[in-house]
């Protein structure tokens, strides 16, 4: 894991910019989704912040077990699981994964990129 002292953690216009055209570029880009992770944390928001930690676990592997993700699933409210289960291809079923994240994920961004923009920028 990279070590950095979140108050150290700047950015460029530009970067909260394409941080602010959607949610998946705040998650693509590991400084932005450690900072994001913190600001659910102190915003107190869990069940953004399982569907966070089931982006990261979608893309941290290559293999979807049906256990270990639909545990992860069952913690996240709104999570439409009904076309995953006629998906058969695990790198299909990733990214739907991180698709249906993404989504859930979308109705906090534009309050996360003003944190951003008041502490990090």
Not at 7 to 36: M, P, W
Request: aromatic residues 12%.
């Amino acid at each position: 894991m990279v070590s950095y002292s979140m108050a150290e953690v700047k950015f460029t216009h530009q970067q909260i910019e394409r941080f602010n055209d959607r949610i998946k570029n705040c998650l693509e880009d590991a400084q932005c989704r450690h900072i994001l992770e913190h600001y659910l944390k102190i915003s107190r928001k869990p069940v953004l912040h399982n569907a966070l930690k089931l982006w990261m676990a979608a893309n941290s592997t290559t293999s979807f077990n049906d256990d270990e993700f639909f545990d992860l699933i069952d913690n996240v409210d709104g999570f439409n699981e009904n076309p995953l289960l006629s998906i058969s291809e695990c790198e299909h079923k990733l990214s739907y994964v991180k698709l249906e994240c993404c989504r859930i994920l979308e109705k906090i961004r534009p309050y996360f990129i003003q944190y951003l923009s008041t502490h990090h920028f």
